[in-house]
């Protein structure tokens, strides 16, 4: 632990001089997210490995993450997006046109979501991340980065009476290099930009960092949608899934975490 401290001080030096100018960045981030599927037990072997490969392909995605010290906005690439899968196939997907603002000052969040054809805006404060730091060290690009690790319980099956949950080990890796405690989609609170996550089979790993561009950025949270909480939006999500699960014989699910 004291090697980390004293890393992490010499590390501060150099970006003490980031700090104390206007500093803002865009990190790019590439997606490939766990895969769950139900499919009609008439398909060929042949038909589900290629919906398999249509899914994976669809499911590796890349977001960028425009920050500045306080606030962040966090989308998909449209310019890189995979196409549709087309065939009248219904996927489940999260992520894919969410913008996601958070104001880490405020310790608040605000996400713009499309679901079923419905926009949501979700507002709420950020959930605790109960982070510890650990001793290892890698290299990421140019960037030094030391893991951090945390518990988080997520819902295994939604669809029983009593759902039950189950507790997953999130691993980041951040940057004291790049002075911000952000990172992409909801994750943030550690002393540094996190540029790799991993939890469960799904991974976020960062691919490019632009700091301090000429190029002014703009970082405003979304206004369109239905207003409603977390809680709010979850349930709503729950009830359809649980209408829709009693209806056609394939359900396909991308599983990732928000």
């Known amino acids: 632990m004291q090697t980390i401290i004293r890393t992490l001080f010499l590390l501060s ?3 003490s001089t980031l700090c104390a100018q206007e500093f803002q960045g865009v990190a790019t981030y590439k997606t490939k997210n766990k895969i769950e599927i139900e499919l009609d037990s008439t ?3 042949m038909m589900q490995e290629q919906i398999m490969a249509m899914l994976q392909k669809q499911s590796e995605k890349t977001f960028t993450l425009t920050f500045d010290k306080e606030q962040s906005i966090y989308k998909v690439d449209e ?5 549709s899968l087309g065939n009248g196939m219904m996927v489940m997907s999260s992520g894919g046109s969410d913008i996601f603002y958070k104001n880490i000052k405020e310790d608040r969040y605000t996400k713009q979501t499309d679901f079923l054809g419905k926009v949501f805006l979700i507002q709420d404060t950020f959930e605790k991340i109960d982070w510890k730091l650990q001793t290892d060290t890698k290299n990421i690009g140019k960037y030094t980065c030391f893991k951090a690790t945390a518990e988080q319980l997520i819902k295994v099956d939604t669809h029983s009476d009593e759902p ?3 507790s ?7 940057t004291p290099q790049i002075p911000v405690s ?3 989609s909801k994750f943030q609170g550690l002393p540094g930009l996190i540029l790799e996550l991993s939890y469960d089979s799904n991974t976020i790993l960062c691919s490019k960092v632009i700091l301090n561009s000429t190029k002014p950025i703009k970082i405003e949270p979304p206004k369109k949608g239905e207003t409603v909480s977390q809680l709010e939006y979850d349930k709503i999500v729950e009830k359809k899934m649980d209408e829709m699960s009693q209806r056609g014989p394939m ?3 991308i599983e990732v975490m928000d």
């Open 43 to 45: 398909m060929t072997d």
């Open 164 to 166: 039950t949950k189950e």
């Open 13 to 15: 030096i150099s970006a």
């Open 79 to 83: 310019s890189l997006a995979p196409p």
């Open 182 to 184: 952000n990172g992409p």
């Open 168 to 174: 997953i080990t999130i691993n980041a890796w951040y």
């Open 251 to 253: 359900r396909v699910q």
